[in-house]
């Protein structure tokens, strides 16, 4: 997944992005609400994790600004050092998916994430089914009906096969899948998503359910 990080305070920011880096995901970092503007109109986003205090400008003026905009259904995660009840009714009430109080352990904000991601897919249950294949992404575990042996998925993987079970009859080009997997700063080559697909395919080797390729386009589940 991709990620828009916008948060003024560097060393939380290197921490949250590495963390969830280690979870395969590509994050963004923006230290001002103008960074994370600049961002936001070449780049969709799957979630925003949202600090308040900014040094050019309130972090909940850019939600109301964000939920009427474009983009707007992007799920949002405000960090805040706000700890008041009524702040943090405000917080949600102005359009937050949901909110971590500073400091915070990276383990809740990961779960946070989850959940908010779980709610906009419309899954109460982190489990995924799709033909005879259920992925699980607390374990990071590929199951086949009939195989009680889980294949064991590493971070992006498991990101991309994510991504292909969220919409499994929509073609996914190679660019959108980077844009997705990976942060603008990251080092990608041409071939890196053909590689992530082919690790994917063998891990799915007996099942029904495969990763096509639309030569020129890009690739599905059939």
């Known amino acids: 997944m991709r990620f828009l990080l916008i948060e003024d305070h560097a060393q939380l920011a290197q921490t949250v992005t590495e963390r969830l880096a280690l979870d395969g995901h ?11 503007a600049d961002f936001l109109a070449v780049t969709p986003y799957d979630l925003i994790l949202l600090d308040i205090m900014l040094p050019d400008g309130d972090g909940r003026d850019f939600l109301a600004a964000h939920r009427a905009g474009p983009a707007g259904d992007t799920p949002v995660i405000v960090m805040t050092a706000r700890s008041d009840v009524a702040d943090r009714i405000a917080l949600l009430d ?16 990961e779960a946070r994430i989850r959940a908010v991601l779980r709610r906009r897919g419309g899954r109460a249950s982190p489990v995924i089914r799709h033909g005879d294949l259920t992925f699980d992404p607390f374990a990071a575990t590929l199951s086949l009906a009939g195989d009680d042996r889980p294949r064991e998925l590493r971070n992006r993987e498991m990101r991309l096969l994510e991504i292909l079970l969220s919409a499994p009859d929509r073609v996914h080009s190679k660019a959108q899948l980077t844009d997705r997997l990976f942060a603008a700063a990251d080092e990608v080559s041409e071939n890196a998503i053909e590689v992530y697909v082919a690790r994917l395919r063998r891990k799915m080797e007996g099942s029904s359910v495969r990763i096509e390729t639309l030569r020129g386009v890009g690739y599905r589940l059939a």
Not at 26 to 36: I, M, R, S
Not at 94 to 109: C, I, N, R
């Open 26 to 36: 590509g994050v963004d970092h923006a230290a001002t609400l103008a960074e994370a």
């Open 94 to 109: 102005s359009g937050a998916d949901d909110y971590v109080t500073k400091p915070f352990d990276t383990m809740e904000l």
